[in-house]
């Protein structure tokens, strides 16, 4: 394997001119560097990310905490970050939680120890993000916020989406309404709840305790509690999904039983599921601006790392969409 000394002999040069055409080529002409970069080209040789990133102080990594790689909203979000990381020469590395606080903190100590720029997190834990703000790392929160915690975040508003989609149900004549969420501890959830009852309340429907169930945003639990519900001796006429995985686990459930969508029960969600454009009927969700939120928390974080000065928090929430396919039948 070729060295910066071999690179240094066959294009003439000093090991001190090699190292400034890769660390500092604005003190160095364009002649001498476009000599070196051909010999470096001819060697085959790779400069070591190491040495130029004590040179630098910096990585020019950035590390990824997800919480369900399962889940495509997440999937849909890493791409576009890795998008956008990539075209600023920053490079992505990625872990995933799957929801457990313990693995997440884990997994962040194992980022900092390869000492990574700044850390994109979903996190599960709150105590994960006090043990980041502490350590002074770039950091900033993607989909989930913590009350009192002053640091960067984008997400969107979960709120106005919850509001939005069950006045179309209520639109729609529905008054019983299933409702598929999270176990409650997480911020979506909690605010997808919140607009959901605040929704139902101001158009003066009882909401019933026994359709609302925590089906912890996962596939399974979704599938055994629709089977639930829809084999009870009076079920919902609508279902609200608060996650795309839970949507498959009602898609299922409802198909098992043998009943249809959305003739035999009417089914919406948050976020969309993969196949959505081919699938019959289309299910009417909210729609997340992903690639908005992997641009703007890519941006944010990236300013901080070059710009550590900076002192102004930037909280934002993005517009959610609904769309609306066929999903929804009309209750008389």
Same mark, same amino acid.
């Given at each position: 394997?070729?060295?910066?000394?071999?690179?240094?002999?066959?294009?003439?040069?000093?090991?001190?001119?090699?190292?400034?055409?890769?660390?500092?080529?604005?003190?160095?002409?364009?002649?001498?560097?476009?000599?070196?970069?051909?010999?470096?080209?001819?060697?085959?040789?790779?400069?070591?990310?190491?040495?130029?990133?004590?040179?630098?102080?910096?990585?020019?990594?950035?590390?990824?905490?997800?919480?369900?790689?399962?889940?495509?909203?997440?999937?849909?979000?890493?791409?576009?970050?890795?998008?956008?990381?990539?075209?600023?020469?920053?490079?992505?590395?990625?872990?995933?939680?799957?929801?457990?606080?313990?693995?997440?903190?884990?997994?962040?100590?194992?980022?900092?120890?390869?000492?990574?720029?700044?850390?994109?997190?979903?996190?599960?834990?709150?105590?994960?993000?006090?043990?980041?703000?502490?350590?002074?790392?770039?950091?900033?929160?993607?989909?989930?916020?913590?009350?009192?915690?002053?640091?960067?975040?984008?997400?969107?508003?979960?709120?106005?989406?919850?509001?939005?989609?069950?006045?179309?149900?209520?639109?729609?004549?529905?008054?019983?309404?299933?409702?598929?969420?999270?176990?409650? /501890? +997480?911020?979506?959830? $909690? &605010?997808?709840? *919140?607009?959901?009852?605040?929704?139902?309340?101001?158009? %003066?429907? #009882?909401?019933?305790?026994?359709?609302?169930?925590?089906?912890?945003?996962?596939?399974?639990?979704?599938?055994?509690?629709?089977?639930?519900?829809?084999?009870?001796?009076?079920?919902?006429?609508?279902?609200?999904?608060?996650?795309?995985?839970?949507?498959?686990?009602?898609?299922?459930?409802?198909?098992?039983?043998?009943?249809?969508?959305?003739?035999?029960?009417?089914?919406?969600?948050?976020?969309?599921?993969?196949?959505?454009?081919?699938?019959?009927?289309?299910?009417?969700?909210?729609?997340?601006?992903?690639?908005?939120?992997?641009?703007?928390?890519?941006? /944010? +974080?990236?300013?901080? $790392? &070059?710009?550590? *000065?900076?002192?102004?928090?930037?909280?934002?929430?993005? %517009?959610? #969409?609904?769309?609306?396919?066929?999903?929804?039948?009309?209750?008389?």
């Amino acid at each position: 394997m070729a060295t910066i000394h071999d690179v240094a002999r066959r294009a003439r040069v000093s090991v001190m001119t090699v190292s400034r055409v890769l660390n500092k080529p604005d003190k160095v002409s364009a002649k001498t560097i476009k000599k070196v970069k051909r010999v470096m080209d001819e060697l085959g040789y790779q400069p070591s990310q190491v040495a130029r990133s004590l040179v630098k102080r910096r990585t020019n990594t950035i590390g990824i905490v997800m919480p369900d790689i399962k889940n495509t909203f997440f999937n849909s979000w890493f791409r576009s970050v890795e998008k956008y990381a990539r075209l600023s020469g920053y490079t992505t590395l990625l872990c995933n939680t799957d929801e457990d606080p313990e693995d997440e903190m884990k997994l962040v100590k194992t980022f900092l120890a390869h000492r990574v720029d700044g850390i994109l997190i979903v996190p599960h834990s709150e105590e994960s993000v006090k043990y980041l703000m502490k350590a002074k790392v770039n950091t900033v929160l993607i989909d989930r916020v913590y009350e009192g915690i002053d640091i960067d975040f984008v997400a969107t508003d979960h709120y106005e989406g919850a509001v939005r989609l069950t006045e179309y149900l209520i639109g729609s004549g529905h008054r019983k309404i299933g409702v598929l969420r999270g176990p409650g /501890i +997480l911020f979506p959830d $909690i &605010e997808r709840h *919140r607009g959901f009852s605040d929704a139902m309340e101001k158009n %003066k429907i #009882e909401i019933f305790s026994r359709y609302v169930h925590n089906c912890e945003f996962m596939e399974d639990k979704a599938f055994e509690t629709v089977t639930q519900l829809l084999q009870d001796g009076d079920p919902p006429t609508a279902i609200f999904s608060f996650n795309s995985l839970m949507t498959i686990g009602a898609i299922k459930a409802i198909s098992s039983l043998g009943l249809r969508i959305p003739r035999d029960v009417s089914l919406v969600g948050y976020d969309e599921i993969p196949g959505n454009e081919i699938f019959t009927p289309g299910i009417t969700h909210i729609k997340q601006p992903i690639e908005e939120l992997g641009r703007n928390a890519t941006k /944010i +974080l990236i300013a901080r $790392i &070059e710009n550590p *000065r900076q002192k102004l928090k930037q909280n934002i929430f993005l %517009k959610p #969409e609904l769309v609306i396919r066929e999903s929804c039948a009309s209750v008389a």
